[in-house]
C-alpha cells in the first residue's frame, strides 16, 4: 500500500516532469511527458484516506498550487491525466465531507460563548460555500442541451467536480462568500448561469477555462462569443472613426499651410 513519502515523492516527480515538458521537451510522448502522466497514473492508486490527508493538508500547498500547472499544461496528454486525477481526489473530499485540513491544532481554552460564535461561522461559510457550488454545478449542466455534435464529451465532464473546482478557486482568491468581495461572486455566479451566455459554461465544463482563470476575468472577457464579436465591432468603427478625424486634421492642417 501506498505510503506519505511515495505519495509526496511521485507528486514531486510529476511537477518536474510537468515543467520539463513546458519548457520544450513537451513533444508528443516525450521522456518528460511519459513521466508526469505514468506519476499521475500511479497517484490515482493512492489509498482514499492518504490521498484525502495530504490534499487537505496546509502543510503542502504544492497539492493546490500545481493544479494549473497541470490543467492548463499544454500538452493534451498531460492535461487528460491531470483532469481524471483531480476529478478523483475532489470525489474524495466531498465524498468524505471533508472541508479543512486534518492537521492538529493547539488546545486553547474558550468560553462557552465564543466557541459557539466560532461554530457558527463556520458552518455558515460552510453552508455558503455548498450552495456557490450548487449553482455552478446547476448552470454547468445546462450544457448538456446547449451543445450540438458534443454529447460525449459532455458526458465525460463531471460538472459536480468542476463547479467544486471553480469554487475553491473563488474561495482562494475572492474569501468568504459574506465577505467584501460578495458583488464580485454574484458577477460570476450570473454570467455563469446568463442564458444568453453558453459559451462561458461550455469552456468551463470542456477546461477549456479553468476555475483560476475565470476569477481573474474582466466582465467583457465572460461575455459570449456573440456580444465579444460586437464589442470587438464597436472598437473597430470607433478606432476607425478617430483614425479618419486624425487624417482630416492632418489634410487640413496641410493644406492651410499651403495657403500661408
Known amino acids: 500500500m501506498m505510503q506519505k513519502q511515495e505519495f509526496l515523492e511521485l507528486f514531486e516527480a510529476a511537477i518536474l516532469a510537468a515543467k520539463s515538458a513546458a519548457r520544450g521537451d513537451g513533444e508528443g510522448s516525450s521522456p518528460a511527458v511519459s513521466r508526469c502522466v505514468d506519476a499521475m497514473i500511479r497517484l490515482r492508486e493512492a489509498p482514499e484516506s492518504l490521498a484525502c490527508e495530504l490534499v487537505m493538508d496546509r502543510r503542502y500547498p504544492q497539492m493546490g498550487k500545481s493544479h494549473g500547472l ?21 470525489r474524495y473530499l466531498y465524498a468524505t465531507g471533508r472541508k479543512q485540513s486534518p492537521r492538529p491544532r493547539p488546545m486553547v481554552k474558550k468560553n462557552k460563548k465564543c466557541v ?40 465525460s465532464c463531471d460538472s459536480w467536480s468542476v463547479a467544486a473546482s471553480v469554487e475553491s478557486a473563488m474561495f482562494e482568491r475572492l474569501g468568504s462568500f459574506e465577505g ?28 477549456e477555462i479553468s476555475g483560476e482563470r475565470l476569477v481573474t476575468m474582466k466582465k467583457e ?26 487624417k482630416s486634421m492632418m489634410m487640413f492642417q496641410s493644406g492651410s499651410m499651403i495657403m500661408t
Not at 184 to 207: A, E, H, I, T
Not at 221 to 246: L, P, W
Open 116 to 155: 459557539e460564535m466560532k461554530i457558527s461561522t463556520t458552518t455558515g461559510e460552510s453552508s455558503n460555500r455548498e450552495k456557490v457550488r450548487e449553482i455552478l454545478a446547476k448552470s454547468l449542466s445546462k450544457v448538456a442541451n446547449e451543445v450540438v455534435g458534443m454529447k460525449e464529451r459532455v458526458v
Open 221 to 246: 472577457e465572460m461575455a459570449s462569443n456573440k456580444i465579444q464579436m460586437e464589442v470587438q465591432k464597436i472598437k473597430e468603427r470607433a478606432r476607425d472613426k478617430e483614425e479618419n478625424r486624425m
Open 180 to 207: 467584501p468581495q460578495k458583488a464580485k461572486y454574484r458577477s460570476f455566479l450570473f454570467n455563469m448561469g446568463d442564458s444568453s451566455n453558453p459559451d462561458l459554461r461550455r469552456k468551463v465544463l470542456f477546461g
Open 70 to 90: 497541470f490543467i492548463d499544461h499544454e500538452n493534451p496528454r498531460i492535461q487528460s491525466e491531470a483532469k481524471l486525477l483531480y476529478t478523483l481526489w475532489m
